[in-house]
């Protein structure tokens, strides 16, 4: 009996996770097509794909315009790759709002990391994101996995 209700507590975490990003989700243009590193990146204010967590700079920036989408959000390049948060997340022009659809619904990236490129010998330089995206979701489900195993 001990081990259900852990598991169901454990669940019900992760569910509320899910949750609060599909609120945020639908307060930027195309918050729900994010891509980054070639794979969906649902918590696009986090350094971690799946989870809440540390901010990454978007995240930052999103807070302190009050999480609503504007101009001075839109116009803002958050990860300093030389484009606007507006043109990677598909509103280029910041005419956005709430509930419309974007200008432009595909090749939508991440405006918290810079995209991922290759060096002169063809490996990719990253910015670090998918080792701490690996951890940050991996550490704490191996930890209740070993715990539900010895309890």
Partial sequence: MRRIVIVATVALCLLEGAIAHQSFQSKLPNGNAVVHDGS?????GHNSRYSGGARNQFGKDFKDAGFKWGKTLCEKDSDGDGKSNGEELGD???VWTEGDTPT??????HPGFPPVSLTSDGSATSDGSALRTSTAVLAPMLLVWCWCILV
Avoid: L, Y
């Avoid at 969906?40 to 696009?44: C, D, N, R, Y």
């Avoid at 432009?104 to 990236?109: E, F, K, P, S």
């Fill in 40 to 44: 969906p990146w649902p918590a696009v």
């Fill in 104 to 109: 432009r619904t595909t090749d939508i990236t």
């Fill in 92 to 94: 280029p022009a910041c």
